[in-house]
């Protein structure tokens, strides 16, 4: 019986040390549905050496892992990949606590941390990209990652191992007992996979390329990734499907998909969504309806990531959109995606601005409006009409879009 | 001069301070950086940058 939580190996002297978020649902904006994990991962060499570590609530529990192995007083090195607080609320903390000889981080690491936190009474060691850390028998290779997602973000490689730590690239945002990816189904995989980049790691997706072209390049040899959130990958083969989306995703490829956003005050707008969804669907094109009644922002990041058009429709309320466009429309724009077709639509009492801010707010973003419907209250079979040729319409550029993809 | 700004992360290149942390003197128009110039915030290349509006 231990007294303490358990580390657990990944690979040799290698152990992830991190905590287990089961009931948290909101990450800065982006819904949880289902946790996650804050992963810390601790080298047991000459130089014991932690990497990374977790949120404030979960330092007992963090603590608790790392003793499970060796007291934490004995940490010789802190690595920090990534200034962001999940993975660095403790650090003040554990430098008070541990005196380590030092703690690394990149050049922007070096200044994000000291502006993060204003007492940590320590001076931070700046590492360059391709720079190397003996710790004994293992050797640290830094890799910058700027922007991926924060200017601060770096890789590590143990070389000798051949493990790559690369903080929030490759994650996911899911609480599980299993520490591994092989230990879970493809399908919940790829599910949190998908929302994460969506989500995270969309507005970088020029950085994503130029990561795999530099990797590509220096024929780095990887047998395990192992991620700041989620489970470590160590079957390549699962790895490697999640490699293919990152590529799939990062070159802005995308489906024979229609994403319709729209919310609803009385039923008008939402009776035009589904006279569109039937339109789209005469086409034999996947639709995915969203009421913003039911859904949230990350959901629908979730399938914009690789839908060729989306369709948003809004009730004009008191000479605007519906309040729960605004959100939405705020998010998708700051997450950057290259949907290359769109409509609008709403139904409207006397003003009638919605279709205007709507179509605004998508060309903005580099969207190119098929067409868009207007409904004075209640839509009438003209209008119904009217919304199934959109449907067809928007189906149909996305037919050819594919096409010539 | 123009200033120019990063569409990745929003850094603004003004002229007037150039980037003088990585090699590129005050004074210098965003035109005349060397080609290996990447923004010093996100590490996006000059391409990325358009003229602040």
């Given at each position: 019986?231990?007294?303490?939580?358990?580390?657990?190996?990944?690979?040799?002297?290698?152990?992830?040390?991190?905590?287990?978020?089961?009931?948290?649902?909101?990450?800065?904006?982006?819904?949880?549905?289902?946790?996650?994990?804050?992963?810390?991962?601790?080298?047991?060499?000459?130089?014991?050496?932690l990497?990374?570590?977790?949120?404030k609530?979960?330092?007992?529990?963090?603590?608790?892992?790392?003793?499970?192995?060796?007291?934490?007083?004995?940490?010789?090195?802190?690595?920090?990949?990534?200034?962001?607080?999940?993975?660095?609320?403790?650090?003040?903390?554990?430098?008070?606590?541990?005196?380590?000889e030092?703690?690394?981080?990149?050049?922007?690491?070096?200044?994000?941390?000291?502006?993060?936190?204003?007492?940590?009474?320590?001076?931070?060691?700046?590492?360059?990209?391709?720079?190397?850390?003996?710790?004994?028998?293992?050797?640290?290779?830094?890799?910058?990652?700027?922007?991926?997602?924060?200017?601060?973000?770096?890789?590590?490689?143990?070389?000798e191992?051949?493990?790559?730590?690369?903080q929030?690239?490759?994650?996911?945002?899911?609480?599980?007992?299993?520490?591994?990816?092989?230990?879970?189904?493809?399908?919940?995989?790829?599910?949190?996979?998908?929302?994460?980049?969506?989500?995270?790691?969309?507005?970088?997706?020029?950085?994503?390329?130029?990561?795999?072209?530099?990797?590509?390049?220096?024929?780095?040899?990887?047998?395990?990734?192992?991620?700041?959130?989620?489970?470590?990958?160590?079957?390549?083969?699962?790895?490697?499907?999640?490699?293919?989306?990152?590529?799939?995703?990062?070159?802005?490829?995308?489906?024979?998909?229609?994403?319709?956003?729209?919310?609803?005050?009385?039923?008008?707008?939402?009776?035009?969504?589904?006279?569109?969804?039937?339109?789209?669907?005469?086409?034999?094109?996947?639709?995915?309806?969203?009421?913003?009644?039911?859904?949230?922002?990350?959901?629908?990041?979730?399938?914009?990531?690789?839908?060729?058009?989306?369709?948003?429709?809004?009730?004009?309320?008191?000479?605007?959109?519906?309040?729960?466009?605004?959100?939405?429309?705020?998010?998708?724009?700051?997450?950057?995606?290259?949907?290359?077709?769109?409509?609008?639509?709403?139904?409207?009492?006397?003003?009638?601005e919605?279709n205007?801010?709507?179509?605004?707010?998508?060309?903005?973003?580099?969207?190119?409006?098929?067409?868009?419907?207007?409904?004075?209250?209640?839509p009438?079979?003209?209008?119904?009409?009217?919304?199934?040729?959109?449907?067809?319409?928007?189906?149909?550029?996305?037919?050819?879009?594919?096409?010539?993809? | 001069?123009?200033?120019?700004?990063?569409?990745?992360?929003?850094?603004?290149?003004?002229?007037?301070?150039?980037?003088?942390?990585?090699?590129?003197?005050?004074?210098?128009?965003?035109?005349?950086?060397p080609?290996?110039?990447?923004?010093?915030?996100?590490?996006?290349?000059?391409?990325?940058?358009?003229?602040?509006?």
């Amino acid at each position: 019986m231990s007294k303490n939580l358990n580390a657990i190996q990944i690979a040799d002297k290698v152990y992830w040390v991190g905590a287990i978020d089961w009931g948290v649902r909101n990450i800065h904006g982006y819904t949880t549905d289902r946790g996650t994990t804050y992963n810390a991962y601790l080298v047991m060499d000459d130089k014991i050496t932690l990497f990374d570590t977790v949120k404030k609530e979960f330092e007992d529990e963090f603590l608790s892992r790392i003793a499970s192995i060796v007291n934490p007083e004995k940490i010789d090195y802190i690595i920090s990949n990534h200034s962001e607080p999940d993975h660095s609320e403790v650090l003040p903390e554990i430098i008070k606590a541990v005196k380590p000889e030092k703690v690394f981080a990149s050049v922007m690491g070096k200044k994000a941390l000291n502006a993060i936190y204003h007492d940590l009474n320590m001076e931070i060691t700046a590492v360059k990209d391709g720079e190397e850390l003996g710790l004994g028998s293992k050797t640290v290779k830094f890799m910058e990652t700027r922007m991926l997602h924060w200017p601060d973000s770096m890789f590590s490689y143990l070389v000798e191992d051949k493990v790559l730590l690369t903080q929030d690239a490759f994650g996911m945002h899911l609480a599980s007992s299993e520490r591994f990816g092989e230990e879970l189904p493809w399908g919940v995989l790829k599910t949190h996979v998908s929302g994460y980049y969506a989500n995270i790691i969309t507005p970088y997706s020029s950085h994503v390329a130029k990561l795999f072209e530099k990797i590509d390049t220096s024929g780095l040899e990887v047998s395990i990734v192992a991620p700041d959130h989620g489970p470590v990958w160590r079957n390549m083969d699962n790895f490697r499907k999640v490699l293919s989306l990152y590529k799939k995703w990062s070159a802005r490829k995308l489906d024979e998909k229609i994403v319709i956003v729209y919310d609803t005050m009385w039923g008008s707008t939402e009776k035009m969504a589904n006279h569109i969804e039937d339109g789209a669907r005469s086409s034999d094109v996947s639709v995915e309806m969203m009421p913003l009644y039911s859904f949230e922002r990350s959901m629908i990041a979730l399938e914009m990531l690789d839908a060729s058009a989306v369709i948003v429709g809004a009730p004009t309320l008191n000479n605007n959109i519906f309040p729960s466009l605004a959100d939405v429309l705020t998010y998708i724009k700051g997450l950057k995606f290259k949907t290359p077709y769109g409509a609008v639509f709403g139904s409207y009492g006397w003003s009638g601005e919605g279709n205007n801010l709507l179509r605004e707010y998508l060309v903005s973003i580099g969207v190119e409006i098929v067409d868009e419907i207007k409904s004075k209250y209640v839509p009438d079979d003209k209008v119904k009409e009217e919304c199934f040729l959109l449907g067809q319409a928007v189906a149909n550029k996305v037919k050819e879009f594919i096409k010539n993809q | 001069m123009n200033k120019y700004v990063c569409d990745v992360c929003g850094y603004v290149y003004d002229p007037e301070i150039g980037d003088p942390d990585n090699g590129v003197s005050p004074g210098t128009t965003f035109e005349d950086i060397p080609d290996d110039w990447i923004c010093p915030t996100c590490a996006a290349g000059s391409e990325s940058f358009s003229p602040a509006s």
